[in-house]
């Protein structure tokens, strides 16, 4: 499989404008406490991400069925550390940018990435939050410590994934080239966004940073 690019700039939209333009039938009030309630979370999940204190006992690996819930979907994530089960949608990047999924709800495969078990990385990326909408599908990514399992069915043949390394966080305007690879070993790669929030008044505020978590096939 060969990939159209080696790098990219994954956090444009990532990262990017918490846009309101979406709640136009609204009172600006309730705008801005959606808003204050989502900036609110953000920060907290900030904080705590990549800490990697006790959590109490370990979440045990489960098995996830093959059921497609919503349009364009190639597979269902499951992690169980963070009990979270989310659909994964294909998306097709935007002028050589990765896009996401506009529900926080789903995970997004950027289908010019390996599918899982091919060498290379599969990477999938999701909102942390959303006005609106609350917290994202992988907005607690931060928070997995090595060893955590992952589980993907991907339209009935499923694989499990170990967290190899603790997250990371890296600015959201670095390109990361070893995240576009079709060569080594199968990776999975999870991004959201993460780090310092700056609120921009009446429009929302962006992400300085990327919060990156990659597992090993088991």
């Known amino acids: 499989m060969k990939l159209l690019r080696t790098g990219a700039i994954i956090a444009i939209v990532l990262g990017g404008v918490l846009a309101y333009e979406g709640i136009h039938d ?7 406490r959606l ?8 920060a907290r999940m900030a904080r705590r991400s990549l800490v990697t ?35 994964v949608v294909a998306e097709a990047p935007v002028g050589g940018e990765l896009t996401i999924p506009a529900d926080v709800h789903e995970a997004g495969w950027d289908e010019q990435t390996p599918t ?18 609350g917290e994202g599908a992988l907005g607690e ?16 043949r499923e694989t499990t994934w170990s967290i190899a390394t603790r997250p990371r966080l890296s600015p959201n305007t670095v390109a990361h080239p070893g995240l576009f690879t079709d060569r080594g070993s199968p990776t999975l790669a999870l991004v959201t966004c993460g780090g310092p929030f700056t609120e921009v008044p009446g429009r929302g505020g962006s992400y300085a940073d990327n919060v990156i978590v990659e597992a090993s096939l088991s």
């Open 35 to 42: 808003a204050q309630a989502d900036h609110q979370r953000a």
């Open 141 to 156: 990514i931060g928070q997995l410590v090595p060893g955590d399992r992952i589980v993907l069915n991907w339209q009935g």
């Open 116 to 133: 899982p078990g091919q060498k290379g990385v599969t990477l999938l990326a999701g909102h942390v939050n959303w006005v609106g909408q």
């Open 53 to 87: 204190a006790s959590r109490g006992a370990r979440v045990s690996f489960t098995h996830v069925a093959w059921n497609p819930t919503v349009p364009d979907q190639v597979a269902t994530v499951s992690i169980p550390a963070l009990d979270v089960s989310a659909p």
């Open 26 to 32: 609204s009172p600006q009030a309730r705008i801005d």
